[in-house]
């Protein structure tokens, strides 16, 4: 009975991955929004859109960083690139992102046209250093720059991405589907995207809007930050950032609903329902539990 169950898994999920209809033509001139920019999987989203052809916004907290990859996207054939640096920490800083976008992805097309045709939401906020990481200080930080800042932008956009029947594509974790040990307020903000993008694709839907939604769930960041932030507390090892990164753009490109690179974590999402224990048991094969307890 298990064999079967597996074997029928396994065709499900070959038959779900191999029907692909990217057409990386199809990208070229489409005008993106991209936060997170500056390192990790948000550098090399950047580049493989430049590589395609589309006109840039980029967003990342450190402007030093974000400078080297605007070069970059140029040098690789991006036709325009323009980047501000902005702290999503701060409330009012998604409403001067979204209108600097506008402005300048709809120069010589006219806003009316629609100024955005992806906005693709990558930016990701660690605990503050000096901070607790379950302190009431560190949760609303957290909550903000991981969750409430991504509505925001997303409120903002919509209008734009509706005239242009253009695309949503926002890089969760796992953490934001299967809850696991020691990242209670991450793991909380994580949650709350999927239940806010989840009921508003459904609210899209029923009016009839053309915007899509697409859900990216990555495993551990491929970036020194990240590696560093969980050095001896977990045994999972980075997604390679260009697989990941091609992983996210050709399931915005075809109006996915949902990504999971590695694939196998569509398996394990699927499990939190419907074999809990066993789920459990393979958290705690990744997890330092001695290690995480004492951070």
Known sequence: MKVLLLTGLGALFFSYYWDDNFDPAGLQGARVLLTGASAGIGEELAYLYARLGAHLVLTAHTEALLQKVVGNCRKLGAPKV???????????????????????????????SGGLDYLVLNHLGATPSGTR?????????????????????TSLALPSLTDSKGSLVVVSSLLGHVPTSFSSPYSAAKFALDGFFGSLR??????????????????????????????????AKAAPGPKAALAVIRGGATRAPGVFYPWHFHLLCLLRGWLPHPRAWFIRQELNVTAAAAA
């Open 82 to 112: 323009f980047f501000i640096a902005a702290d999503m920490a701060s409330p009012e800083v998604p409403e001067r992102l979204v209108r600097f976008a506008l402005d300048k992805l709809g120069e010589g097309r006219g806003l009316d």
């Open 202 to 235: 459904r609210e899209l839907d029923v009016q009839d809007v053309n915007v899509a939604i697409t859900m990216c769930v990555l495993g551990l960041r491929d970036r020194a930050s990240t590696a560093e932030g969980v050095r001896g507390v977990t045994r």
């Open 133 to 153: 990481s379950r302190s009431v200080q560190a949760t609303r930080w957290l909550l903000q720059v991981n969750f409430l800042s991504y509505v925001q932008l």
